[in-house]
């Protein structure tokens, strides 16, 4: 059984602390995680993107963490649906556009699914280093 810690936030700059603080605090729940800087790193960015980018106004995200035998898999919902998700090619001096791109670095996979209802996920996921199967449980 995975288990499955989740908490919404409102559509502010100003909660992307606490949700990058809400997935430590699970993952500490778990008894810890070898990959929790790169995860903090993945939440801020993903939650920040859903304020900036991604949430119809007045509509809360969501930060889901669901711990599977393999993997931590770790999505933030918002609710624009049709926006497109992408790795921008920043040049040297840009000051934005860098952050699905780390993003991609420090997870093993992500991707984007559309939500029945509103809105999309955003997600990676962060296989765990004693992870026996090539293919991973939470890959769509
Ligand atoms: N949750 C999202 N919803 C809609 N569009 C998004 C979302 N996340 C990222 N994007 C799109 O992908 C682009 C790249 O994201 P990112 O690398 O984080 O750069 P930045 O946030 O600095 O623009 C964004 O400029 C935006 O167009
Ligand atoms: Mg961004």
């Given at each position: 059984m995975p288990h499955l810690s989740q908490h919404s936030f409102s559509t502010t700059p100003q909660t992307v602390r606490a949700a990058r603080d809400f997935a430590m605090e699970a993952l500490d729940n778990w008894g810890g995680c070898r990959r929790s800087d790169d995860i903090r790193t993945c939440v801020s960015e993903l939650a920040g993107n859903a304020v900036?980018?991604?949430?119809?106004?007045?509509?809360?995200?969501?930060?889901?963490?669901?711990?599977?035998?393999?993997?931590?898999?770790?999505?933030?919902?918002?609710?624009?649906?049709h926006s497109r998700v992408?790795?921008?090619?920043?040049?040297?001096?840009?000051?934005?556009?860098?952050?699905?791109?780390?993003?991609?670095?420090?997870?093993?996979?992500w991707g984007v699914r559309v939500l029945t209802?509103?809105?999309?996920?955003?997600w990676t996921c962060f296989r765990r280093p004693e992870a026996h199967t090539s293919r991973c449980s939470c890959t769509p």
């Open positions: 900036r980018h991604g949430s119809l106004h007045g509509h809360a995200y969501l930060v889901r963490l669901i711990r599977h035998p393999d993997c931590l898999h770790v999505e933030v919902h918002d609710s624009a649906r992408r790795i921008p090619s920043a040049s040297l001096s840009a000051e934005a556009g860098r952050g699905m791109r780390i993003v991609q670095e420090l997870c093993d996979d209802g509103e809105g999309k996920a955003v």
